[in-house]
């Protein structure tokens, strides 16, 4: 009922949200005095496409009737500038900057009846300067490196007819996109959430913008360290900042709709065993200006290009439904579809609204092969499993947000979010232990067959209110949040389990199960801040959050005389109920000043956690049996906090930024790590929670340092990062040495501790900027606390593990040719503090060229090589990988806007799915089904209504001819490709 309520409310807090007018407010502002005064002018100046402050723009103000320069100065890191005491008169203010036009605007006498005139944001946009026929730009760098973002202009990377933001992304020096398409930075951190001009597109699902829209409309890459909501209105920081990812869209594309229809279909090569065709089906459409944006998506494919990122089935991880082996988007055969509309609208000065809605259905299948050593001090033994998955997926979403600026000192965000997932899952397995004698004796093996099917729902409600109180800093703000969480799922559990070493305990497990979940947050959070002096501020910070999570579980045994699943077992049906509250109090001193900022202070946090743990309906209906209620458990945790960032003077066609930062903040265990009913899906690894598990805390220690350098276009950047924990959650495991069953639960453990440091090196080889080099070197060493088996008994041993990642990338491009080469190394190596256990190391050599030949007649050719060799795995895994896609495309019709692709994937067959997961004790070896090798006809078809003149501007290969190096031509062809590039294999289910 409470979910039914919730939902009128969003559904009402939608249509207010879409439908929202507001009536503008007529008022003249400022005074009504006939007599003019000295003022202060204002301005910020912004660029018109992403309207991102632009820093050293140069402002200069001119006496309208003798041109003579009378106050001049350049913006600061905001783009804002003030000129002060401005005297009565004529005036006219010219703002330029490097690549961009100058813009004018005109002052009259009658402006001055104000002490203040705010001119608000000034939009420069980019220039091109003609001479003759040949047009002249900046010539602009692969990469840009800033205070909080890492740019990429994508004119610089140029991708194949018909490529994806995803693909983009993956030749971007120092960013990585795993087979799933998570994408990571060098830092290790994943994006979450992908922005378009600085707009939400499609909530927090990053794939439905690198999955669907199409790389040659981009601009721009920015990889950005986002603050929260509140924490831009207040400046006060309340949290780490989250990694997202903001797409600029060329300026020639934000006049109009444009869109693109793509359909193909191919056939897999060399493989009797699967014969089925391969399709895909792609539509797009979109309107992208300076205060709108839509865009409706259409796909559907079976050669993995799942183009959202799965929710799951909200059930509870590993009770039932823990799958090994299953996959989805990376790893096996997956076929897709996705449709989705996305939104946002200035409504006016004091409105901006925004939503999206989208339907994903997803079909994998998933045949896997592992290979696990666990270690033993006294010995080894080794476990070898085969396992095949079948997963059907349904996800529907829907979420918005309204920003209502009120006044010129209160603002308003509202955020709803909801969610609805289904999911049916089928998986079959068989697993073999054997020990590590010279007979390799058997110990024990499985056979199982598992099923679930569940469903669940997520409310999200968000709510930020800032409110400044006065022009000197004082602020005032709140920020309140609901998220209501319900699962349901019915599964079956079939398993025969054979231990030779123990023949009377052999198991059998017929069963069937059910399991409810509800988890219900609130969080408050409020903050205010005090100026003390001019440039010194206290912020007060108090955040709240209640966690209740009840997870209920039946087990019912087969009952033979029956025919019936009707034998409550009472040691698989234990449920749980866990009450939290976390708190965070914290007081910082924050200086501002025009070169640097710092921020000093101290947070405490508490926690309460309450655990109840039952058999539900033991002694009858409604009547429950509790088998354990430990006592409240409470913590205390404090931390300084510290943030200084320095901005180095000097020539400012060099800018130098340094960031040092330490936080902490608490983390609660799982609704998993704390349910201790045992997990029987795999019942030679039996899993368990603990309920008297305390919160970690974690510690974070970074220092950051960028320069980027404008007259030589090179950037550089290092970060040095330290995070150790305290009440670290680790797995503590217990072995049965006659039937080989290992029992696994988490327990706290300090002693955990990590560092990691990253330098990234980007600079032009030579004046036309032909060639371009990008080194990325990536370095860490972590001290993991762990338990591993000592004479059939769990011990404290520490894994000691470095690793070393280097990558190197050079490209060169003219204006018919495009190639890039990239190194990688990746070499790890673990030592344990427990005498006995030998050291492991692997090491990952990886080479790739691609490149794109643009020819006459509107033909272009590309192709990617890659070459994989893995060195230090389990035996039969030291295996190598020879990857090469190649595709020809024909572009045709009136501006090349049609096009017809041939495309070839895995050429040489030889695709490969490694993984490699390493413990402290055990390392496990897994190899993934993966679409082999097929080719593909593609028609594809893109329109637009923004006119000849900007459909010529556009270059059939990917890239824009305005950013080519001065003195070429252009090449044939223009508008706009229909999306799929080169697909990461998969298909569907036979």
């Known amino acids: 009922m409470k979910l039914k309520f919730y939902f009128t409310l969003i559904l009402a807090a939608f249509a207010a949200t879409f439908f929202a007018q507001v009536v503008n407010n007529r008022s003249a502002s400022g005074a009504t005095a006939s007599t003019v005064v000295p003022a202060t002018v204002r301005v910020a100046v912004v660029d018109s496409v992403n309207n991102q402050p632009i820093e050293f723009a140069s402002v200069r103000l001119f006496n309208s009737k003798t041109n003579q320069l009378t106050q001049g100065a350049v913006t600061s890191q905001n783009g804002r500038v003030e000129l002060k005491d401005v005297k009565p008169g004529g005036y006219y203010l010219l703002m330029s900057f490097t690549g961009y036009n100058t813009k004018r605007l005109n002052l009259r006498e009658q402006n001055f009846r104000r002490n203040v005139i705010d001119l608000g944001n000034v939009k420069l946009g980019a220039s091109n300067v003609m001479l003759g026929a040949v047009t002249v730009t900046g010539k602009l760098p692969e990469m840009v490196v800033k205070e909080d973002t890492v740019e990429y202009n994508a004119a610089a990377f140029r991708t194949p007819e018909g490529a994806v933001v995803e693909d983009l992304i993956k030749r971007l020096p120092g960013v990585q996109v795993d087979a799933d398409g998570k994408i990571t930075t060098a830092a290790g951190k994943q994006v979450t959430k992908v922005r378009v001009n600085g707009k939400e597109f499609f909530g927090d699902d990053p794939k439905m913008a690198t999955k669907n829209l199409t790389a040659d409309v981009v601009d721009k890459v920015q990889v950005i360290e986002k603050k929260s909501d509140l924490a831009i209105l207040t400046g006060v920081d309340d949290d780490e900042p989250e990694t997202i990812i903001n797409l600029t869209i060329k300026k020639g594309m934000m006049k109009g709709w444009m869109g693109n229809l793509s359909a193909g279909g191919g056939q897999i090569l060399n493989n009797k065993n699967d014969e089925d065709p391969r399709y895909v089906a792609s539509s797009m459409l979109n309107r992208f200006t300076d205060t709108e944006q839509y865009s409706i998506i259409g796909n559907s494919n079976n050669i993995n290009e799942r183009a ?571 295996q190598d990988e020879v990857m090469w896609n190649a595709q020809l495309n024909k572009a045709f019709l009136r501006n090349n806007a049609g096009s017809l692709r041939l495309q070839f994937n895995d050429i040489l067959h030889q695709r490969l799915n490694l993984n490699r997961s390493v413990t402290t004790n055990s390392i496990t070896d897994t190899q993934y089904t993966a679409l082999t090798s097929y080719c593909m006809l593609t028609i594809s078809y893109r329109f637009n209504n923004m006119g000849n003149r900007r459909s010529g501007n556009r270059s059939r290969s990917g890239f824009d001819p305005s950013q080519m190096p001065e003195g070429f031509d252009r090449p044939a062809g223009g508008g706009f490709p229909g999306g799929g590039g080169f697909p990461g294999g998969g298909g569907r289910p036979r």
């Open 308 to 878: 959202f990122t799965d929710r799951g089935n909200n059930v509870m991880s590993g009770r039932g439904g823990n799958f090994g082996g299953g996959g989805t988007g990376g790893t096996g055969i997956t076929s897709s579809s996705t449709f989705g509309f996305n939104m946002a609208k200035e409504v006016n000065k004091k409105l901006k609204v925004g939503g999206n809605i989208s339907y994903n259905y997803g079909d994998n299948y998933t045949n896997s092969r592992s290979f696990r050593e666990n270690i033993f001090t006294d010995s080894v033994s080794y476990r070898r499993s085969t396992s095949v998955a079948r997963s059907f997926t349904h996800n529907f979403s829907i979420g918005g947000k309204m920003e209502y600026q009120m006044d010129s000192v209160t603002t308003f965000i509202f955020t709803p979010t909801f969610s609805y997932n289904s999911s049916l899952a089928h998986n079959s397995s068989y697993q073999k232990s054997m020990a590590g004698d010279k007979d390799s004796t058997a110990v024990n093996e499985s056979n199982s067959a598992s099923s679930l099917s569940s469903n669940g729902t997520n409310l999200g409600l968000q709510l930020d209110f800032s409110r400044r109180l006065s022009a000197k800093g004082r602020r005032i703000s709140f920020s309140g949040s609901l998220n209501l969480n319900e699962s349901n799922g019915n599964g079956t559990n079939n398993s025969t389990n054979i231990f030779y070493l123990a023949t009377g305990k052999n198991t059998v497990f017929n069963q069937e199960n059910a399991n409810t979940a509800n988890r219900n947050s609130y969080n408050m959070r409020f903050t205010y801040v005090e100026p003390i002096a001019k440039n010194y501020f206290i912020d007060f910070l108090y955040n709240i959050q209640f966690n209740n999570t009840i997870n209920e579980r039946e087990t019912y045994d087969y009952d033979p005389v029956n025919g019936t699943y009707s034998d409550l077992n009472a040691n698989y049906s234990r449920s749980s109920s866990v009450h939290s509250i976390s708190q965070n109090i914290r007081v910082n001193l924050r200086s501002v000043h025009p070169r640097y900022t710092y921020n000093i202070g101290m947070s405490v946090s508490p926690s309460y956690t309450h655990n109840l743990g039952y058999v539900k309906d033991w002694f009858g209906a409604g009547m429950d049996s509790v088998y354990n209620e430990p006592q409240p458990r409470k913590t205390v945790n404090y931390a300084p906090q510290f943030e200084f960032t320095y901005r180095f003077s000097g020539d400012k066609m060099i800018r130098k930024f340094l960031r040092m930062r330490y936080n902490g903040r608490t983390n609660q265990p799982s609704i998993t790590q704390l349910d201790p009913s045992q997990d029987v899906t795999n019942p030679l690894n039996i899993r368990s929670g603990n309920p008297d598990l305390l919160p970690s805390f974690n510690h974070n220690i970074s220092l950051e340092y960028n320069s980027n350098n404008r007259t030589s276009q090179s950037s550089f950047s290092t970060s040095l990062t330290h995070t150790f924990e305290q009440n670290s959650i680790v797995n503590y495991t217990t072995y049965e040495p006659r039937t080989g069953v290992q029992y696994t639960k988490p327990i706290n453990e300090n002693g955990t501790w990590s560092s990691q440091a990253d330098i990234l090196f980007a600079t032009p080889l030579d004046k036309q900027m032909h060639f371009n080099l990008n080194l990325r070197t990536g370095a860490s060493y972590s001290n993991l606390v762990g338990y591993t088996l000592l004479q059939k008994q769990s011990e404290r041993n520490v894994s000691h593990t470095a690793s070393v990642s280097p990558n190197l990338s050079i490209s060169y491009k003219n204006n018919w040719f495009y190639c890039q080469f990239r190194g990688l190394l990746r070499y790890s190596s673990s030592t344990y503090s427990m005498e006995g256990i030998s050291p492991k190391q692997s090491t990952t050599y990886n080479i790739s060229y691609n490149n794109q030949i643009t020819f006459p007649w509107s033909f272009s050719l590309s192709s990617d090589i890659t070459y994989t060799a893995n060195r230090g795995l389990s035996a039969g895994y030291n």
